[in-house]
């Protein structure tokens, strides 16, 4: 104990006479108020888990210490990460992880739960880290950034302001981003040459958008951002049915720009290419199922909605994607399920229709939605009925694809490749993350 303490006290004047670098952007927060403010705003205390990005010389971090369950720092410097290390050492409570937060392979965090995050970024790699930590699927609920303020203003930014581009759809269709704190140089060590601030990002609730293909409308925004004197007739693909018809859908100028349209516009203009012109309805409750008997013999049909109100035993399949590394690919579902909404669950999965098979059901499920055509499945596991699986009596099938995924909005919310083994830790400390199904289909695999 006494060797540990002798650490922890040469560390900070080691730090203190540590010399900021340029090449990693590297310009540390001097103020007290400020970091306190900063570690405030994250709302760290009880939290299950904190991560803070770049503590550097620990202005913030020493602030955050002690507040949530578990704190964990990332450190890329090399001089400045051992040091911490040998900080906390002892600690169970906090965890340093000297490495670059860009590279970080962040699906074993799940594990976790929602995560908070926190951190003055580096203003060199300030986009990058964004855009590892907060692209879904992500484990982050909730972040706190400080950046030059210019990023900040493009981050929040609404199609009134001047800052108003790619970047603010890119970011906004998946998070609310409020901007908080204008930063001055003078707080800094070394003094920037602009002015930084600092934002909050929290997830958007998917119900408050129309659903959307958000590969799609990433590229139609690029695409019509890539020349922004140019009238977006002039940037983007022919549109369905003519200009014409997606401008009076609009209820704009045939000559718009692209910043001259808000996010909900951008979201109605991939709907347009999608053609999706009908609101989004969800499942139909009159879909017709097969109910079956203990002994999973059809007695009879009736539909979704009948089925589930009075939880009569019927059929499902579930299908387990693999690809060449050994990864599954699993699915959230969309908000707009009636059952698990935004559960994780196997990579397509559904019930079969009334007179189908279950082969024939699993080769329909991945195609419809995750896109995926397949000539047959393997059967791997058959599953009885119970509360376990949803009343449903489940085939569980396998399937193997090296190629691209295409989520079905309506179905998929996100998607992602996992390794076996970080799911069973998954499963194991939180259960509550995922459909009912798919925690018996998995440990039934994984027997």
Known sequence: MRYRDQRRSESAPARQNFTPRKSMGQNFLQDEEISRWIGDQVQPDGADLVVEIGPGMGALTKHLVGRPKKLILIEKDAQLGP????????????????????????????????????????????????????????????????????????????????????????????????????????????????????????????????????????????????????????????????????????????????????????????RHYEQRHEADAGQKASEMFDVVNESNEVIGQLTRGEVHKRKLLHRAVHIFVINKRGQIYLQQRSHLKDVSPLKWDSSAAGHLDAGEDYATAAVRELGEEIGIHVPSTELAAQIPAGDNTDHEFVELRLAHHDGPVRCLPEEIATGEWFKPKDIDAWVDARPQDFAKGFVTCWKAWRK
Request: glycine content about 6%; charged content about 25%.
């Open 83 to 270: 040091e911490l290390q040998g900080q906390f050492e002892g600690r169970g409570d906090v965890e340093v992880i000297h490495n670059d937060a860009t590279r970080i392979d962040l699906r074993p965090w799940f594990r976790h739960g929602p995560l908070k995050l926190v951190g003055n970024l580096p203003y060199s790699v300030g986009g990058e880290i964004l855009k590892h930590w907060l692209t879904p699927p992500t484990p982050v609920s909730c972040a706190v950034f400080m950046l030059q303020k210019e990023v900040c203003d493009r981050l929040a930014a609404t199609c009134e302001d001047d800052s108003y581009g790619a970047l603010s759809l890119l970011v906004q269709k998946d998070w609310n981003v409020e901007m908080l704190r204008v930063v001055p140089p003078e707080v800094f060590n070394p003094k920037p040459k602009v002015d930084s601030a600092i934002i909050r990002l929290t997830p958007r609730d998917p119900a408050t958008l129309p659903v959307f293909d958000h590969v799609l409308f990433d590229r139609l925004v690029r695409m019509g951002f890539s020349q922004r004197r140019k009238q977006l007739k002039n940037l983007l693909p022919d549109a369905p049915g003519g200009w014409d018809s997606l401008i009076q859908a609009l209820g704009v100028s045939p000559t718009v720009r692209a910043e001259a349209l808000s996010l909900a516009q951008w979201i109605q203009i991939a």
